[in-house]
């Protein structure tokens, strides 16, 4: 749920705005998500509102609780590295022997298998398709990053990727799977991300990528017939060029940094009933 989360536009709280970006659609279980790139700035919206971040200057920011959350991005992206710490400290034991164990199911006994599927046209853009393990697909388009790096800038839309997703790994502790996404993501924009997952009333799709992936793939072997997965994901519809930036006014929203909204949330996770 990475992942590409460049945004910008944002000047004393108002949107103004852009002469020529570059607008990617894409679509998630029918909903859908608009990228705007336009001279070093993205902005992602979903729902028709603005979602999340990057200005120009170098601030990460996003729309939570009803409050506009902005920080420096490499503030935001160091307070994101040692958010699993502060959160594991505010728990009891037995709270943070189940995180532990959470933590620990995610980590395979093997990094997970990338095979080529072949190459597609996908939003017009030639792709070149990957499986990841039994369970997922990739397909990334080196000209659309190429044309995504021209609106953002070579070094700074690479870079700012790595620090993401570094920190996010300090955060929920290391994914191969996520490690082994990311270095495609490197090579070409992701066009389609697509994961097989239950479909069976009664199992949570989310709680099975906790599993190891042979684990996974067991149990949906053991699930049988098709009728019992669903593939779920982004997938990138269409690409427009010089597209005008909406003009979204956020000046109405109380600002907050982006460690203080953590402190917000750590609070209200430690007031949680506690599970005997």
């Known amino acids: 749920m990475i992942r590409t989360v460049l945004i910008s536009l944002l000047t004393a709280g108002v949107f103004s ?3 020529a970006a570059v607008l990617i659609t894409a679509d998630n279980a029918g909903e859908t998500s608009e990228q705007y790139f336009d001279k070093g700035a993205f902005v992602l919206v979903q ?10 200057t170098g601030n990460c920011w996003f729309v939570a609780d009803g409050q506009l959350v902005i920080d420096p991005c490499e503030q935001m992206f160091g307070a994101m590295s040692s958010m699993r710490d502060q959160a594991m400290a505010g728990m009891d034991p037995q709270q943070r022997a189940m995180m532990d164990q959470m933590m620990a199911m995610r980590k395979p006994a093997q990094p997970p298998a990338v095979t080529s599927t072949g190459s597609r046209t996908i939003a017009g853009y030639s792709a070149q398709c990957s499986a990841i393990g039994d369970s997922r ?17 070579d070094g700074r839309f690479i ?5 993401f997703g570094d920190s996010m790994e300090k955060m929920t502790g290391e994914d191969p799977e996520a490690k082994a996404v990311a270095a495609l993501f490197e090579r070409g924009f992701p066009v389609l991300d697509m994961q097989k997952v239950s479909a069976i009333p009664g199992i949570d799709p989310a709680m099975l990528q906790f599993l190891p992936e042979a684990q996974r793939a067991q149990i949906m072997q053991q699930l049988g017939s098709a009728s019992g997965q669903q593939t779920r994901g982004n997938l990138v519809t269409r ?21 203080d909204f953590m402190q917000q949330s750590l609070s209200q996770m430690s007031q949680m009933p506690r599970t005997r």
């Open 239 to 259: 690409v427009e060029h010089d597209k005008a930036m909406p003009d979204f006014d956020l000046s109405r929203l109380p600002r907050i940094g982006f460690r």
């Open 159 to 163: 870079e700012m990727f790595k620090h």
């Open 137 to 153: 697909e990739v397909c990334i388009s080196e000209k659309l990053l190429q044309e995504v790096k021209a609106e953002m800038g």
């Open 47 to 56: 729902g028709g509102q603005p979602a999340f971040g990057v200005d120009r």
């Open 17 to 19: 705005t852009a002469q």
